[in-house]
Protein backbone atom coordinates (compact mmCIF):
# COMPACT_ATOMS: atom_id res chain seq x y z
CA UNK A 1 0.00 0.00 0.00
CA UNK A 2 1.28 3.29 -0.94
CA UNK A 3 1.72 6.03 1.90
CA UNK A 4 0.11 9.29 1.47
CA UNK A 5 3.23 11.06 2.92
CA UNK A 6 5.42 9.46 -0.03
CA UNK A 7 2.00 10.50 -2.45
CA UNK A 8 2.41 14.16 -1.40
CA UNK A 9 6.41 14.40 -1.13
CA UNK A 10 6.21 13.23 -5.05
CA UNK A 11 3.52 16.08 -5.60
CA UNK A 12 5.89 18.66 -3.92
CA UNK A 13 8.59 17.36 -5.53
CA UNK A 14 7.15 17.53 -8.97
CA UNK A 15 5.82 21.14 -8.03
CA UNK A 16 9.22 22.40 -7.43
CA UNK A 17 10.44 20.96 -10.45
CA UNK A 18 7.67 22.59 -12.38
CA UNK A 19 8.05 25.85 -11.09
CA UNK A 20 12.29 25.79 -11.62
CA UNK A 21 11.26 25.24 -15.39
CA UNK A 22 8.70 27.67 -15.56
CA UNK A 23 11.04 30.31 -13.89
CA UNK A 24 13.85 29.86 -16.27
CA UNK A 25 11.75 29.78 -19.22
CA UNK A 26 10.35 33.84 -17.88
CA UNK A 27 13.56 34.47 -17.00
CA UNK A 28 14.61 33.82 -20.99
CA UNK A 29 11.49 35.68 -21.80
CA UNK A 30 12.23 38.62 -19.30
CA UNK A 31 15.61 38.90 -21.17
CA UNK A 32 14.02 38.61 -25.01
CA UNK A 33 11.70 42.01 -23.46
CA UNK A 34 14.58 43.69 -22.11
CA UNK A 35 16.52 43.35 -25.50
CA UNK A 36 13.51 44.56 -27.72
CA UNK A 37 12.94 47.51 -24.86
CA UNK A 38 16.60 48.79 -25.36
CA UNK A 39 16.37 48.49 -29.12
CA UNK A 40 13.34 50.52 -29.21
CA UNK A 41 15.03 52.57 -26.82
CA UNK A 42 18.01 53.32 -29.53
CA UNK A 43 15.35 53.57 -32.60
CA UNK A 44 13.19 56.18 -30.73
CA UNK A 45 16.00 58.36 -30.57
CA UNK A 46 17.37 57.74 -33.82
CA UNK A 47 14.01 58.25 -35.43
CA UNK A 48 13.82 61.74 -33.78
CA UNK A 49 13.34 64.98 -36.39
CA UNK A 50 16.86 66.77 -34.33
CA UNK A 51 18.59 63.79 -34.68
CA UNK A 52 17.99 63.25 -38.29
CA UNK A 53 18.46 67.38 -38.79
CA UNK A 54 22.35 66.25 -36.68
CA UNK A 55 23.03 63.38 -38.68
CA UNK A 56 21.84 64.88 -42.26
CA UNK A 57 24.70 67.98 -41.66
CA UNK A 58 27.15 65.16 -40.02
CA UNK A 59 26.66 63.27 -43.81
CA UNK A 60 27.32 67.06 -45.61
CA UNK A 61 30.17 67.51 -43.64
CA UNK A 62 33.76 67.97 -44.80
CA UNK A 63 36.43 67.91 -41.76
CA UNK A 64 39.74 66.45 -41.22
CA UNK A 65 40.13 67.77 -37.36
CA UNK A 66 38.60 68.45 -34.70
CA UNK A 67 38.84 71.79 -34.54
CA UNK A 68 37.69 71.72 -37.95
CA UNK A 69 34.62 69.30 -37.01
CA UNK A 70 33.40 72.17 -34.06
CA UNK A 71 33.64 74.71 -37.11
CA UNK A 72 31.27 73.02 -39.10
CA UNK A 73 28.57 71.15 -36.29
CA UNK A 74 28.59 72.56 -32.95
CA UNK A 75 30.18 70.55 -29.97
CA UNK A 76 26.44 69.60 -28.85
CA UNK A 77 25.56 68.24 -32.11
CA UNK A 78 28.71 65.64 -32.61
CA UNK A 79 28.07 64.83 -29.24
CA UNK A 80 24.33 63.77 -29.72
CA UNK A 81 25.65 61.40 -32.21
CA UNK A 82 28.11 60.23 -30.10
CA UNK A 83 27.02 59.72 -27.37
CA UNK A 84 23.83 57.64 -29.29
CA UNK A 85 26.79 55.58 -30.35
CA UNK A 86 28.18 55.35 -26.59
CA UNK A 87 25.27 54.05 -25.15
CA UNK A 88 24.49 51.58 -28.06
CA UNK A 89 28.12 50.24 -27.51
CA UNK A 90 27.73 49.59 -23.77
CA UNK A 91 24.65 48.23 -24.17
CA UNK A 92 26.71 45.51 -26.23
CA UNK A 93 29.61 45.97 -23.48
CA UNK A 94 27.79 44.71 -20.45
CA UNK A 95 25.95 42.05 -22.70
CA UNK A 96 22.35 43.98 -22.97
CA UNK A 97 22.66 44.17 -25.93
CA UNK A 98 24.09 41.94 -29.16
CA UNK A 99 26.73 43.58 -31.27
CA UNK A 100 25.20 42.21 -34.68
CA UNK A 101 21.64 43.64 -33.79
CA UNK A 102 23.75 46.84 -32.92
CA UNK A 103 25.88 46.76 -36.05
CA UNK A 104 23.24 45.77 -38.56
CA UNK A 105 20.43 48.26 -37.33
CA UNK A 106 22.87 51.50 -37.20
CA UNK A 107 25.90 52.74 -39.60
CA UNK A 108 28.31 52.35 -36.58
CA UNK A 109 31.78 52.14 -38.62
CA UNK A 110 30.65 55.12 -41.01
CA UNK A 111 29.73 57.22 -37.78
CA UNK A 112 33.16 56.79 -36.17
CA UNK A 113 35.33 57.29 -39.05
CA UNK A 114 33.42 60.52 -39.21
CA UNK A 115 33.53 61.37 -35.75
CA UNK A 116 36.80 60.15 -35.00
CA UNK A 117 38.86 62.85 -35.55
CA UNK A 118 36.63 65.00 -33.59
CA UNK A 119 36.88 62.96 -30.51
CA UNK A 120 40.24 62.60 -30.27
CA UNK A 121 40.62 66.21 -30.23
CA UNK A 122 37.48 65.70 -27.54
CA UNK A 123 39.71 63.90 -25.60
CA UNK A 124 42.95 66.05 -25.92
CA UNK A 125 41.07 69.00 -25.26
CA UNK A 126 39.14 68.11 -22.30
CA UNK A 127 41.66 65.43 -20.63
CA UNK A 128 39.39 62.87 -21.04
CA UNK A 129 40.81 59.59 -22.44
CA UNK A 130 37.94 57.47 -22.25
CA UNK A 131 35.17 59.94 -24.09
CA UNK A 132 33.36 57.76 -26.27
CA UNK A 133 35.34 54.74 -25.45
CA UNK A 134 32.68 52.43 -25.85
CA UNK A 135 31.30 53.91 -29.30
CA UNK A 136 35.12 53.25 -30.45
CA UNK A 137 35.22 49.59 -29.03
CA UNK A 138 32.23 49.23 -31.13
CA UNK A 139 33.21 50.40 -33.85
CA UNK A 140 36.55 48.07 -33.70
CA UNK A 141 34.17 45.21 -32.95
CA UNK A 142 31.69 45.89 -36.06
CA UNK A 143 34.82 46.23 -38.32
CA UNK A 144 36.41 42.80 -36.50
CA UNK A 145 33.12 41.16 -37.80
CA UNK A 146 32.62 42.42 -40.95
CA UNK A 147 36.12 41.53 -41.72
CA UNK A 148 35.21 37.83 -40.47
CA UNK A 149 31.91 37.71 -42.79
CA UNK A 150 33.99 38.93 -45.86
CA UNK A 151 36.65 36.12 -45.68
CA UNK A 152 33.89 33.51 -44.66
CA UNK A 153 32.02 34.74 -47.99
CA UNK A 154 35.32 34.34 -49.95
CA UNK A 155 36.49 30.83 -48.62
CA UNK A 156 35.55 28.05 -50.85
CA UNK A 157 32.56 25.77 -49.64
CA UNK A 158 33.23 22.30 -48.94
CA UNK A 159 31.81 20.18 -50.97
CA UNK A 160 28.36 18.51 -48.42
CA UNK A 161 28.42 15.18 -50.63
CA UNK A 162 30.17 12.46 -49.17
CA UNK A 163 32.54 10.43 -50.96
CA UNK A 164 31.84 6.53 -51.07
Known amino acids: MIDASLVLDAIVAVSIAAGAAFAVVELREMRKDRRTGLMLQLAAIWLTREFHQVLSELVGARFSDGKEAESVCSRADLLLIGDF ?50 FERLAQEAHKRELVAKRNAKAPRASRRKRP
Open 85 to 134: FEIAGEYVETGLLDCDDVTFSYPVEWAWEKLKPWTMYLRSTTGIDGALIS
